[in-house]
Structure formats: structure tokens, C-alpha cells
């Protein structure tokens, strides 16, 4: 019998863990206010800002 080889998907769960450790590199250095800023950047040019001002209003 022939072995059937899955091929493995998206993994949502390592997706989050190393996009939590990039943003956690990046804002090491950073100040509270800093941080605040980074956010709301990276917010802007993200398909999130939407979503984003809709919590806001």
C-alpha cells in the first residue's frame, strides 16, 4: 500500500507566535509613547485600519 504524504496548510497558531516575536524585536527598544506610535503606523497601512477606526467611533 501506498503512503499518502499530507501537505501540510497554514498553521495559524505559529503564524501568531512569530508575528508576536518580530513585533516584540522591533518595539524592544522603544518607549510607551514609541510603541503607541509603531502601532497606530503600522494600523494606517494595514488592511486592519477599518476595523480599527469602527472601535473608535
Known amino acids: ?3 499518502t504524504t ?3 496548510g ?3 497558531l505559529d503564524f501568531k507566535q512569530s ?3 518580530k513585533i516584540a524585536t522591533e518595539i524592544k527598544n522603544l518607549s510607551h509613547s514609541e510603541q503607541i ?4 503606523e503600522n494600523i ?3 488592511d486592519l ?3 480599527w477606526e469602527s472601535l473608535n467611533t
Open 1 to 3: 500500500m501506498k503512503r
Open 6 to 8: 499530507i501537505k501540510k
Open 10 to 12: 497554514f498553521n495559524c
Open 19 to 21: 508575528s508576536q516575536e
Open 37 to 40: 506610535k509603531y502601532f497606530k
Open 44 to 46: 494606517d497601512e494595514s
Open 49 to 51: 485600519r477599518i476595523w
